[in-house]
């Protein structure tokens, strides 16, 4: 604990006034951050099993999201754990994109033949390389981009490489977790880059 005065016109001036007191490069308030450094590295080291247990549980849901989210909380520090995490995210993100990639592109389908053009364009462009419908959404694309200007407006541009190497893989990861964040107002909002030396 750190003893220190605050003076306010109120509690919450006063409380506020107290922590401004407070002197972060103390020795104390450095061994407490130290401490609970120390406090997530052992949980996550401890807990890195269940951790992926509840992983495998959201996948059979079908909450791919969710797990990549989950995973993606695990500091770079707890290097075991970090890497076991990256390696499970990587078939769980296929998974997803998979299943993304065949709702994109039957919506793109149906949006091209009922000529809602720029509807299928969206829906195309989304759709990630690598994925088991992409050779078919490129040959929608193609269908498109062949039809006038004035009918298709701009060409449709599809993605042209999906996440190759490990920085952007995981990159990729963390836009996924930091959607379902933003997605999901009762989650505690998690920094994904918050571990540094």
């Known amino acids: 604990t750190l003893s220190v005065k605050g003076v306010g016109q109120n509690d919450t001036k006063a409380f506020l006034s107290g922590i401004k007191n407070i002197n972060p490069k103390s020795s104390k308030v450095k061994s407490f951050v130290d401490k609970g450094k120390e406090k997530i590295i052992e949980y996550y080291?401890?807990?890195c099993v269940v951790l992926l247990k509840e992983t495998d549980a959201l996948v059979n849901q079908k909450k791919y999201a969710e797990a990549i989210y989950k995973l993606m909380t695990v500091p770079e520090v707890?290097?075991?754990?970090?890497?076991?995490?990256?390696?499970?995210?990587?078939?769980?993100?296929?998974?997803?994109?998979?299943?993304?990639?065949?709702?994109?592109?039957?919506?793109?389908?149906?949006?091209?033949?009922?000529?809602?053009?720029?509807?299928?364009?969206?829906?195309?462009?989304?759709?990630?390389?690598?994925?088991?419908?992409?050779?078919?959404?490129?040959?929608?694309?193609k269908q498109i981009n062949n039809l006038s200007p004035e009918e298709r407006g701009e060409e449709v541009k599809m993605q042209a490489a999906a996440p190759a190497t490990r920085e952007e893989q995981v990159e990729a990861y963390k836009k996924v977790a930091n959607e379902y964040n933003q997605s999901n107002p009762n989650n505690e909002e998690y920094d994904l880059n918050f571990v540094e030396d």
């Open 45 to 47: 080291n401890t807990q």
């Open 78 to 141: 707890c290097q075991e754990c970090y890497f076991k995490a990256l390696d499970a995210i990587n078939p769980i993100y296929k998974k997803m994109m998979g299943e993304n990639c065949e709702e994109d592109y039957k919506a793109a389908k149906e949006a091209f033949s009922n000529n809602n053009i720029e509807e299928a364009k969206k829906h195309l462009e989304s759709i990630e390389p690598g994925s088991d419908c992409y050779d078919k959404a490129v040959d929608l694309a």
